[in-house]
């Protein structure tokens, strides 16, 4: 029979928002692994997104529709219900950036999703264009508000008619949420730090109260799920930084995994 505490003694820092670092932190538990869950993004749905709004009012055909992360599939749909945004979809081809962006997706979109191979920004812009017609044709993206400009600037770059739309908001959360996280972190010296995007890398530093974070991390294990998120915390000072060969949680604790062997 298979041993699936394959993680056990294993230390794990999450750092993503409080209902994604649950899932992820029952996920390395189940294989062993102790979890200490540092939220460092709180994520609130935009008042306003005034790109949707003159999408409807002039109901301009969309072409493609492109969601790189669950939350952007999320609040798109909760926007689009709340204020009945009656968006020219017909004939649109949806594009999902992983499967677990797809699988939210689904919950309400049942015609087909293309998924891409790629994960980061420059490649995914290059499959987009290496694989669909996009020039003249009108690219919606729903973003957050500090999603890198990457992927919009090539698909324009191309000839697109690109629309990104910020549906929700990345914030950093109250500190008083975190109570004693100095002394909790002192237990976790020896885990394994994940970081899922810049924001919260730089937000921990924050709440962590860490001034020189190359001294604070030197000796402990330090992971970012891609490239973006590598090259940040790398631009400060942080050195040996592990990184996946795919870009989530699975493939984070799949790496892992293989270095307790």
Request: proline share 5%; aromatic share 8%; hydrophobic share 40%.
């Given at each position: 029979?298979?041993n699936?505490?394959?993680?056990?003694?294993?230390?794990?820092?999450?750092?993503?928002?409080?209902?994604?670092?649950?899932?992820?932190?029952e996920?390395?538990?189940?294989?062993?692994?102790?979890?200490l869950?540092?939220?460092a993004?709180?994520?609130?749905?935009?008042?306003?997104?005034?790109?949707?709004?003159?999408?409807?009012?002039?109901?301009?055909?969309i072409?493609?529709?492109?969601?790189?992360?669950?939350?952007?599939?999320?609040?798109?749909?909760?926007?689009?219900?709340?204020?009945?945004?009656?968006?020219?979809l017909?004939?649109?081809?949806?594009?999902?950036?992983g499967?677990?962006?797809?699988?939210?997706?689904?919950?309400?979109y049942?015609?087909?999703?293309?998924?891409?191979?790629?994960?980061?920004?420059?490649?995914?812009?290059?499959?987009?264009?290496?694989?669909?017609e996009?020039?003249?044709k009108?690219?919606?993206?729903?973003?957050?508000?500090?999603?890198?400009?990457?992927?919009?600037?090539?698909?324009?770059?191309?000839?697109?008619d690109?629309?990104?739309?910020?549906v929700?908001?990345?914030?950093?959360?109250?500190?008083?949420?975190?109570?004693?996280?100095?002394?909790k972190?002192?237990?976790?010296?020896?885990?394994?730090?994940?970081?899922?995007?810049?924001s919260?890398?730089?937000?921990?530093?924050?709440?962590?109260?860490?001034e020189?974070?190359?001294?604070?991390?030197?000796?402990?294990?330090v992971?970012?799920?891609?490239?973006?998120?590598?090259?940040?915390?790398?631009?400060?000072?942080?050195?040996?930084?592990?990184?996946?060969?795919?870009?989530t949680?699975?493939?984070?604790?799949?790496?892992?995994?293989?270095?307790?062997?």
């Amino acid at each position: 029979m298979e041993n699936l505490k394959t993680l056990n003694g294993v230390k794990i820092v999450l750092t993503r928002s409080a209902v994604q670092s649950a899932e992820s932190a029952e996920m390395f538990r189940s294989r062993g692994a102790e979890v200490l869950a540092v939220p460092a993004i709180e994520i609130k749905p935009a008042e306003k997104v005034p790109e949707l709004l003159r999408l409807a009012a002039d109901f301009k055909i969309i072409d493609y529709i492109i969601f790189t992360s669950s939350n952007s599939v999320k609040y798109f749909y909760e926007y689009r219900e709340k204020h009945n945004l009656k968006l020219n979809l017909t004939g649109s081809l949806f594009i999902a950036v992983g499967d677990k962006t797809a699988k939210k997706l689904r919950e309400h979109y049942a015609g087909e999703i293309y998924i891409p191979a790629n994960f980061d920004s420059s490649t995914l812009a290059e499959e987009i264009k290496n694989t669909f017609e996009i020039k003249n044709k009108t690219v919606l993206i729903p973003r957050s508000d500090i999603g890198r400009n990457t992927l919009p600037d090539a698909l324009d770059a191309a000839g697109a008619d690109v629309i990104s739309a910020v549906v929700y908001r990345n914030v950093i959360p109250a500190e008083n949420r975190l109570p004693d996280l100095k002394e909790k972190l002192d237990d976790f010296k020896d885990a394994y730090f994940i970081f899922s995007s810049p924001s919260t890398f730089n937000n921990f530093l924050i709440l962590a109260e860490i001034e020189k974070p190359s001294k604070y991390f030197e000796g402990k294990k330090v992971v970012a799920i891609g490239p973006v998120t590598k090259n940040e915390i790398e631009s400060a000072g942080i050195t040996n930084v592990l990184m996946p060969e795919r870009a989530t949680m699975e493939g984070i604790r799949e790496m892992i995994e293989m270095f307790v062997r």
